[in-house]
């Protein structure tokens, strides 16, 4: 993964929702191709912004942002999307990524927290190794001694020496979406589901039917 910071050129702020991505138009020996980023940075009245670019072997947009030298201007198309969370909806909101899907969600965790949020917020990751897990020095620091930040990663392939969960995130989905219903009684849990088609239809599926979350609160951005 590459976390890449970019500024607008003409120095006015970049405004955008917490959880919108943008197109980069990427130019190619091929010819122009675009390739949608989620933002990974909260909402600023900056003009930059931050993405988190994984390489995908063969993959054309991903390889050129990975050799991109710093200093570049690449042409961005944006902000869209509509799966977005308003910094102080007060619902308990329950993260649930893989991989580069955590940037969208770790915009809209940013946001919420320089709002002043209240709301319990709840992020799991998942991912192969122990090596994969992205961002995890800021999580483990945002949710140490936090009664409403929880932060869970569970490793599909961890070593022996990984303590943590282990499995597919929509193994822990159950448990974490009845605690997190127990911990707020009348205000009932909404998903963010961000990462590879697999694993958000996975979850989705799951959400919706056998835990039975009304499709109101379930919402989901899916990178494939
Ligand atoms: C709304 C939206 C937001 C996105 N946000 C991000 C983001 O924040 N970070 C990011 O790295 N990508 C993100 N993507 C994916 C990104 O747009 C490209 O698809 C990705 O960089 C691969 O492009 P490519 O040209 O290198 O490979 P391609 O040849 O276009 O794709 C090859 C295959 O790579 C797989 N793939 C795509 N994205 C990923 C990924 N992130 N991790 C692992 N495998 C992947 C897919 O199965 C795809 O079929 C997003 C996509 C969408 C639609």
Redesign the pocket.
């Known amino acids: 993964m590459r976390e890449m910071i970019f500024e607008r050129v003409d120095g006015a702020p970049f405004l955008f929702d917490a959880g919108q991505?943008v197109n980069l138009v990427l130019p190619l020996p091929e010819g122009d191709?675009r390739?949608?980023?989620?933002i990974?940075s909260a909402p600023s009245s900056t003009p930059r912004f931050e993405?988190?670019?994984?390489r995908?072997s063969?993959?054309?947009?991903?390889?050129y942002l990975h050799g991109l030298e710093v200093g570049a201007a690449v042409h961005a198309i944006g902000p869209h999307?509509l799966f977005t969370r308003a910094p102080l909806d007060p619902a308990p909101a329950l993260f649930i990524a893989t991989?580069?899907g955590i940037?969208p969600l770790r915009s809209m965790l940013h946001a919420a927290l320089q709002a002043g949020s209240e709301a319990p917020m709840w992020i799991l990751f998942g991912a192969r190794f122990e090596e994969d897990i992205l961002y995890r020095q800021e999580f483990t620091e945002l949710s140490r001694g936090s009664d409403r930040i929880r932060y869970d990663v569970t490793l599909s392939q961890g070593a022996a020496s990984w303590s943590g969960r282990r499995g597919y995130v929509q193994e822990h989905v159950p448990g974490l979406l009845e605690e997190l219903s127990a911990r707020s009684p009348g205000a009932p849990p909404h998903l963010y589901i961000c990462g590879?088609e697999r694993m958000v239809s996975a979850v989705r599926q799951l959400a919706r039917g056998t835990l039975g979350v009304d499709r109101k609160r379930v919402h989901v951005?899916?990178?494939?």
């Not at 063969?58 to 390889?63: I, L, T």
């Not at 951005?221 to 494939?224: L, M, P, V």
């Open positions: 991505w191709v390739r949608a980023y989620s990974a993405l988190a670019v994984t995908v063969g993959g054309p947009g991903s390889e999307g991989g580069t940037t590879l951005e899916r990178y494939d």
